[in-house]
């Protein structure tokens, strides 16, 4: 492994001053408090600024104090600040916006959007304000969680997206290419340099249990970025330097993501000192009076005219939940509420929330509730369908893949999805199955990497 060549560069690190931006000169750890407020103030600070001078369009751009489309035009910036404002507990901002959104959203326009990007930004922050809008006070109808304005409008976008969903499917399962890209997003990179979107990894190892390689390597991670004050987008692991051209930090969140999951884990206090780091060195490199730019060049800090939608999304986020240990999200079960809805008794808001990939959290509870409406479920099976006819030519996939219904229960052993039990799985549904509401059950490590419930297994 790449990083394990981090270690004596820890040591090399270990010789530069450590604390810089400390709060107290007594080394004691960062005040929790002190950082809920400033982060905060953070997000207000580039939240207000993107709603006076760039909304409706996607982004802000920072540094001339006005916005621009990126990813198709859907005001992605408040879509994907949304969830963040009930985090921070803005109940009033997140209602207003959920009606802003309704009035000024459309998704049938002619513009090329990136089918990854808007997924997990648009889609999946649509989906996760959707599920949390009866904890924000808005007025739900009759069958939410199962509908609901929002809930369609996640549709619609997804709808216009699934064309060119299964035809990438098609060609990258084809090509190996989307096999190989998976290969290169899990880390295991030929080249002796890391790329900072990997530092999500130890978040990753701590879910499953593997603490302390966790821990190691969020620490080889962390003297990168007292190195920078920042984490740049790729780094050569030997020469303890930034890669050519590759020297920027676009406030990305994953070292953070690390930190939380981690300190939910160990309650280590290092992992505090991370996030309070991150607060200092952004404020100091990154803030201008618009909002908080890109750091285009870690070395010298010059600063890009952008202001990414994960900023707030996700870094926001992040750090947010890193200092508020008693967050909703953070429920471990022993509180939730139970709603009556045409389809049933739905136990919703008891923890286990699943973060996509933009950091748009989840309610796994509220999946397997609205599994009961399995019209809808019959359609995403008829994709799957289609796309195991495509495959059955191809036996080396068939080998390498194993498969699960999409919004199945992930626990329930022995459901193997095919056309050949394709039908005789739809027959069994009506059956109801025994799964106790509370549980919730976990997701084998791999699914992380699935595909429309398709998951695609590390063979090497
Ligand atoms: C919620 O957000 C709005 C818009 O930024 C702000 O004016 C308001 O003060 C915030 N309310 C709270 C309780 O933070
Ligand atoms: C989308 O991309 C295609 C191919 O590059 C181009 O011909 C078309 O004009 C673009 N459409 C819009 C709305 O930008
Ligand atoms: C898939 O491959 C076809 C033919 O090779 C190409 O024309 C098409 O643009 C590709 N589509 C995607 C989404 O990559
Ligand atoms: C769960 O959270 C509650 C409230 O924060 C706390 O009192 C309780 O001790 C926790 N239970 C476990 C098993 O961690």
Request: net charge negative; hydrophobic share 35%.
């Amino acid at each position: 492994m790449p990083f394990r060549l981090l270690i004596p560069l820890g040591l090399l690190c270990a010789l530069l001053p450590q604390h810089h931006g400390a709060p107290g000169p007594d080394g004691s750890a960062p005040d929790p408090a002190h950082y809920r407020e400033r982060v905060k103030a953070m997000f207000y600070h580039a939240y207000d600024s993107y709603l006076e001078n760039a909304f409706p369009f996607d982004e802000l751009r920072p540094l001339t104090c006005d916005g621009h489309d990126t990813w198709g035009s859907f005001s992605l910036t408040l879509i994907d600040a949304l969830d963040t404002l009930l985090i921070l507990g803005n109940v009033s901002e997140f209602q207003r916006v959920v009606e802003v959104l309704q009035d000024s959203v459309d998704f049938d326009i002619d513009v090329n959007a990136s089918v990854f990007e808007t997924n997990i930004r648009v889609v999946g922050g649509l989906l996760s304000a959707h599920l949390l809008s009866k904890k924000a006070g808005v007025e739900v109808e009759a069958g939410w969680p199962c509908s609901g304005p929002l809930l369609r409008m996640a549709e619609e976008a997804a709808r216009k997206l699934l064309p060119e969903y299964n035809k990438a499917i098609r060609n990258y399962t084809r090509f190996d290419d989307w096999y190989l890209w998976v290969q290169m997003y899990k880390g295991t990179v030929s080249m002796p340099v890391f790329q900072s979107l990997e530092a999500y990894w130890p978040g990753l190892q701590s879910l499953i249990g593997d603490i302390d390689n966790a821990m190691r390597t969020f620490l080889n991670y962390y003297t990168v970025w007292k190195q920078f004050g920042g984490l740049p987008e790729f780094y050569n692991i030997p020469q303890g330097y930034t890669v050519e051209k590759r020297e920027g930090y676009p406030l990305r969140p994953e070292l953070i993501e690390s930190a939380m999951y981690l300190y939910r884990a160990t309650g280590d206090p290092t992992l505090l000192e991370l996030g309070r780091d991150a607060v200092e060195s952004i404020e100091k490199i990154s803030k201008v009076e618009c909002g908080f730019a890109t750091i285009k060049d870690l070395r010298d800090h010059k600063l890009d005219n952008r202001m990414e939608s994960f900023f707030l999304a996700e870094t926001v986020k992040y750090l947010y939940l890193l200092f508020d240990p008693t967050n909703f999200i953070h429920n471990n079960g022993s509180t939730f509420d139970a709603v009556i809805t045409p389809y049933g008794e739905c136990i919703l808001g008891a923890g286990g929330y699943i973060f996509n990939t933009e950091a748009h959290p989840i309610d796994p509870a509220a999946l397997h509730c609205c599994q009961r409406l399995k019209e809808e479920q019959w359609e995403v099976e008829d994709l799957m369908r289609e796309f195991y006819s495509l495959k059955r030519s191809r036996s080396k996939f068939q080998k390498n893949t194993v498969s699960s219904g999409p919004w199945e229960p992930p626990a329930r052993p022995g459901t193997l999805f095919s056309p050949e039990n394709h039908d005789q799985a739809r027959e069994r549904k009506p059956a109801k199955q025994k799964v106790p509401l509370l549980s919730c059950p976990s997701q084998p490590f791999t699914s992380k990497l699935a595909l429309l419930g398709q998951v695609f297994l590390d063979s090497s």
